[in-house]
Each structure stands twice: as C-alpha cells, then as structure tokens.
C-alpha cells in the first residue's frame, strides 16, 4: 500500500460535524424571511460551495437575485454567533492529528467556509494542532473543486502533489484532490454518501480515522 507524506482535509463533515449550526442558523434566516424551514438532516446535500451557494439553496426558486447579499448578510451573522454551539470533532479525528504529527506528518485544511469561521472552528477544536496552513474561502484562492489551494498548500508543504493525500467527504473534494494532482480518501462519516465518493473516484473510501493512519 501507498503510504504518503502530507494530508489535507476538508473542514465540514470530514474533521468537524458542523451540520446542526450550519442548518440552525440557516434556518434561522428562512424565519426571518418568513420562508419554510429545512430539517437539519437535508442541509447534508445543501452544503459544501460557499454560504452564498448554500442560500440559493434552501431558498424558493422566486427570491429575486438581487435580495441574496441581504441573506448573505444574515446568514453570516447568525453563524457568526452560533458556530461554535453544537460543532466538534468526529470521533478518532483529534487521535488522528495527534499520531500525524508523532511522525512529522505535516496536514492542512483547505474548506469552503469563509476563512474567518474556518479558522475559528479549527483553532477552537485543536488548539495543540500545528496546521501549516488553513485555507477559506476569502484567502485569495478560488473556491473547491478548482486546486490552486491545495496545490499552493504542497509548495508550503515542500511535497509533490502525488506524495499527498487530500481526505474529505464530498464530491467537491474528491474533484479537489484530483484536479491537484492528489491521491483521495473519501470519508463516509460525513454529509454525503458512499456513492457520490465513488462516483468521484475516491482513491480510498474509509469508515473511521484509524484507517486514514494507516495510509502513512
């Protein structure tokens, strides 16, 4: 078995269960809006392409274009205040980042939350962790599954692409780690299923973090 020498991961759904604050606060705009609410549940195929996508999303197909930076606006707020309520790690994912960097394993995160909550949920949830970089949307890069981030992220890694392993739990990533140049490991813990992985070409599709360890 190929066995590699840096790791990227995506945020939400692969290192953070983030759903139930990412769907509270949604929903709280739709309320707002007086618009019907989603179950927490289906925000699991909403997520994933930046908050703006996500409000085009959940929202009625006749919301004038023009009305979405408003919701942008909310949506921000309220997350803002609540993305740290119910958000932790999946399980194994702090042992993992611990075993990585006993063998000098460096590891990023590249996401396409804002930056300012990716950094936020990231620093609150792994304090000891020293990523080398993490990437958000608003960073300069443009959003997944384009590479430049995580083919910048291999530079500051000083690490070929192909020696990199890109883990995440969404076509998005998957189509990210390709389009680098990057093995993927596809997590089915996270928001979406077995068969959008594969039929992303995940290189790997794994059910715990303990089988992500033993990649390197």
Not at 137 to 142: A, I, M, Q, R
Request: net charge negative; with cysteine.
């Amino acid at each position: 078995m190929k066995k590699y020498r840096g790791a990227i991961f995506d945020l939400d759904g692969t290192l953070m269960d983030t759903l139930a604050d990412i769907g509270g606060s949604a929903n709280m705009v739709l309320e707002e809006y007086g618009c019907p609410t989603h179950a927490i549940s289906a925000y699991r195929q909403f997520v994933g392409r930046g908050f703006m996508d996500l409000m085009h999303r959940i929202f009625p197909q006749n919301t004038p274009e023009e009305k979405f930076p408003q919701l942008l606006d909310r949506m921000l707020f309220y997350y803002g205040e609540h993305c740290l309520d119910h958000s932790v790690p999946y399980q194994g994912i702090p042992e993992l980042l611990a075993a990585l960097a006993q063998r000098n394993v460096p590891v990023a995160v590249n996401s396409n939350k804002r930056h300012l909550y990716t950094e936020k949920l990231v620093r609150s949830a792994f304090p000891a962790v020293s990523f080398v970089e993490i990437i958000g949307e608003g960073c300069g890069f443009p959003r997944k599954p384009q590479p430049d981030a995580a083919q910048h992220i291999a530079q500051t890694m000083g690490l070929p692409p192909c020696e990199i392993l890109y883990i995440g739990d969404s076509s998005t990533d998957m189509d990210t780690g390709r389009n680098a140049g990057m093995d993927t490991a596809g997590c089915l813990w996270g928001f979406r299923t077995r068969e959008e992985l594969a039929a992303h070409d995940a290189v790997y599709l794994v059910n715990t973090a303990e089988e992500i360890l033993k990649l390197f």
